[in-house]
């Protein structure tokens, strides 16, 4: 005769399958893959040893790119950096959003000298609006920290009904930690005092690549336990040019095709340097296997030795667009592995958030994710890659212009003149040869793509100079 379960035994059993359904949803938990986002500020597609400058030192990075997938036609959504932060936050091309210049960028309406436009005006800030990457992880049990440079939360002073600059940076974006994120672009100063706002320095004449390494170890050792998306967005290698001395004088000496600025180049192997210093504390906490990692850079090198590429950061041909970017994913990525199917900033949105196993929200998403490419599998789709230029960059050298790229074939398009500009990338990577008037149809074909392409999203434009004048 069955003596049954009594009160006692079987609140003892409920207790044993509640703590095994605890234990099992900290597994499933701990088990979801976590994700960390290192972007460069202003590192050009060759200012790595492992993209082919031999004269650089950039040891930790190149050790990454080995261990994973390095994309060789890889893009910035916009030649300079707000823009393509903001793609990155919310999967939206710069055109889209309408935040097409780095922040604050010249007036309204602005115009150099003897220019026949205007600039297109644009959006000065990252909306609250937007369903960030950082928001929808967060939601999803996603511990999340930003740390480095931010430049999405521009707020003009006395601009009634407008949110102030404090109200814009990463913590009301969707991350519980933000450790330097605010206005700038760049650091008043590299050593401390720094004079960053969301940043105080533990030290008089400490290192901001040191710092910043510091704390990106902090939050991944506080939160091994738990699902994690770090957004480490160093400030290295924005101006102002500033290392160390001892870094300097290694690269005074090898100055010369490669190395155009022995400061810049000492600044790309100390912010390497950390790097190697905060992956190593990621293998040392046992979070190797289950992290995704990414390196990218936010738009092509400014103070660097672009060659072979033309152009610069501020520009629409490769110099100013085409960046480093590889990622690492034990088991999922393998390593050795290149791929050069080209990629741009809008497609990390989709990525993490596939990663994490998070559908995104019910908006205009203008990415695709990696993650057929890092497989090498079936199911990356893409026809073309646009971007849309209508601003004068800091230097004012630029012309504003739209791109679209397809295969092989790059097209510029002026918007002062209509001139078009037709490249092949595969023969031409330089962009020397302009193929415009040598293949008419090709050309009218992809202008006709970009010209769709900017209605469909809504692009705003510039202006004829004196337009409204003639039209009085």
Not at 116 to 129: C, I, K, P, Y
Not at 145 to 162: F, M, N, P, T, V
Not at 312 to 338: C, D, N, Q, V
Request: charged share 25%; aromatic share 10%.
């Amino acid at each position: 005769m069955s003596k049954g379960i009594g009160k006692g035994s079987l609140a003892g059993v409920l207790g044993l399958v509640s703590m095994s359904l605890g234990w099992a949803a900290e597994t499933e938990e701990a088990s979801r893959p976590n994700i960390v986002v290192i972007m460069a500020d202003d590192l050009g597609w060759k200012d790595l040893h492992c993209y082919g400058n031999e004269l650089l030192d950039t040891p930790a990075l190149d050790k990454l790119a080995s261990e994973g997938m390095r994309f060789t036609d890889a893009y910035a959504a916009a030649p300079v950096c707000s823009p393509t932060r903001a793609a990155m936050m919310t999967g939206q091309a710069p055109a889209r959003l309408q935040l097409t210049n780095h922040a604050p960028g010249h007036p309204d309406g602005f115009a150099p000298e003897g220019s026949s436009l205007a600039e297109a005006q644009s959006v000065r800030n990252l909306a609250l609006s937007y369903e960030t990457v950082a928001e929808q992880l967060s939601d999803a049990g996603y511990e999340t920290a930003h740390i480095g440079k931010w430049h999405l939360s521009y707020a003009g002073r006395g601009e009634e009904g407008k949110l102030a600059e404090l109200e814009l940076r990463p913590e009301h974006q969707g991350f519980g930690i933000n450790i330097g994120g605010c206005y700038q672009g760049g650091p008043p100063s590299y050593f401390a005092p720094y004079r960053i706002p969301a940043l105080t320095e533990k030290e008089e004449g400490e290192y901001l690549p040191e710092r910043l390494a510091d704390e990106a170890i902090a939050f991944v050792e506080e939160e091994r336990n738990k699902p994690f998306y770090l957004n480490w967005w160093p400030y290295s290698v924005h101006y102002p040019m500033e290392a160390k001395e001892e870094l300097i004088a290694k690269y005074r000496a090898r100055k010369g095709p490669g190395i155009k600025n022995p400061i810049y180049a000492a600044m790309i192997e100390a912010m390497d340097t950390e790097i190697g210093r905060f992956l190593v504390a990621l293998d040392e906490a046992g979070l190797r296997e289950n992290t995704l990692v990414i390196f990218k850079s936010d738009n092509g090198g400014y103070d660097g030795d672009n060659r072979p590429l033309r152009g610069m950061k501020g520009m629409l041909y490769e110099g100013g667009i085409r960046i480093p970017w590889f990622a690492r994913w034990p088991g999922k990525i393998r390593p050795g592995s290149t791929c050069s199917t080209p990629v741009v900033s809008m497609d990390c949105y989709p990525t993490l958030l596939e990663v994490a196993g998070v559908e995104p929200v019910k908006t205009p998403v203008d990415g695709e994710s990696l993650l057929p490419l890092f497989q090498q599998s079936e199911g990356f789709e893409r026809d073309a890659i646009f971007f849309h230029y209508p601003n004068f960059a800091f230097h004012k050298l630029n012309q504003l212009g739209g791109v679209v790229r397809v295969g092989d074939h790059k097209l510029i398009k002026r918007y002062d003149d209509g001139k078009l500009e037709l490249f092949n990338l595969k023969k031409d990577l330089g962009e020397t040869d302009n193929l415009a008037e040598e293949s008419p149809e090709l050309a009218q074909q992809l202008e006709e793509k970009l010209d769709a392409w900017l209605q469909e999203v809504g692009a705003a434009m510039p202006i004829r100079v004196g337009k409204e004048k003639d039209a009085e």
